[in-house]
């Protein structure tokens, strides 16, 4: 079993970085792939970055590649999500989710089984 905490969110203005952190525990974190997701209000949750249980894969969506980065530190079992030049549509709340994944990174949700709780990231204009 693995159970995850978010932390890291908050209120910035556009251009600024926030760096999201997802702490787990479990013994056996490091055979989880991990991601974060995110959910705008009225909008369905949409994929943002991946990291395979190695982390010699990651995964970055499209619309936030180049600005934001996935990382995990299996020795303090945490997942970062480095987020830079934040625009106000990366508004949303952000959740972190762990799978048994032995794959390369992936953005299927339906991978994931373990999920947290989410933290709030509001970027103003």
């Known amino acids: 079993q693995v159970q995850l905490v978010e932390s890291g969110g908050g209120l910035v203005q556009a251009g600024d970085s926030l760096r999201l952190s997802c702490a787990a525990s479990?013994?056996?974190?490091?055979?989880?792939?991990m991601g974060w997701f995110r959910q705008a209000p009225g909008k369905e949750r949409e994929f943002v970055a991946a990291i395979n249980w190695s982390g010699s894969s990651t995964y970055v969506a499209g619309s936030v590649r180049g600005r934001f980065t996935i990382s995990r530190d299996d020795g303090k079992i945490t997942v970062y999500l480095q987020m830079n030049s934040l625009k106000p549509e990366d508004t949303a709340v952000y959740f972190c989710?762990?799978?048994?994944?032995?794959?390369?990174?992936?953005?299927?949700?339906?991978?994931?089984?373990?999920w947290g709780q989410g933290t709030q990231v509001t970027v103003s204009s």
């Open positions: 479990g013994r056996t974190f490091s055979n989880y792939g």
């Open positions: 989710a762990a799978g048994r994944i032995f794959g390369p990174a992936t953005r299927d949700y339906r991978e994931y089984s373990h």
